[in-house]
Nanobody, 114 residues
Framework: QVQLVESGGGLVQAGGSLRLSCAAS????????MGWWRQAPGKERELVAR???????IYADSVKGRFTISRDNAKNTVYLQMNSLKPEDTAVYYC????????WGQGTQVTVSS
């Protein structure tokens, strides 16, 4: 049984910053990879950023240079630092962890006003 709990979402003005956290119920080193996904109304869930066990990262083109994914193994937590936020970043952000199967958090709402 794995639980992922996101936090840090909220309302922010364009150009502002937010830091999302994803706390896992067990060591994140047991996961092959962890990532952040987002889903806006009427759109499919899309990958925002991913960090692999070995430390490599992947970012969506739309967030490169603005978002940074990181992890703290001691705290079993993955972070997503979001800077220079744009209205199009508005979505529910989900934490994802993968082992033999995928696990998902409940999501945290991020709303960016113009």
């Amino acid at each position: 049984q794995v639980q992922l709990v996101e936090s840090g979402g909220g309302l922010v003005q364009a150009g502002g910053s937010l830091r999302l956290s994803c706390a896992a119920s067990r060591t994140i080193f047991s996961f092959n990879r962890m990532g952040w996904w987002r889903q806006a109304p009427g759109k499919e869930r899309e990958l925002v950023a991913r960090i692999h066990n070995g430390g490599s990262t992947i970012y969506a083109d739309s967030v490169k240079g603005r978002f940074t994914i990181s992890r703290d193994n001691a705290k079993n937590t993955v972070y997503l630092q979001m800077n220079s936020l744009k209205p199009e970043d508005t979505a529910v952000y989900y934490c994802n962890a993968q082992t033999m199967t995928d696990y998902w958090g409940q999501g945290t709402q991020v709303t960016v006003s113009s």
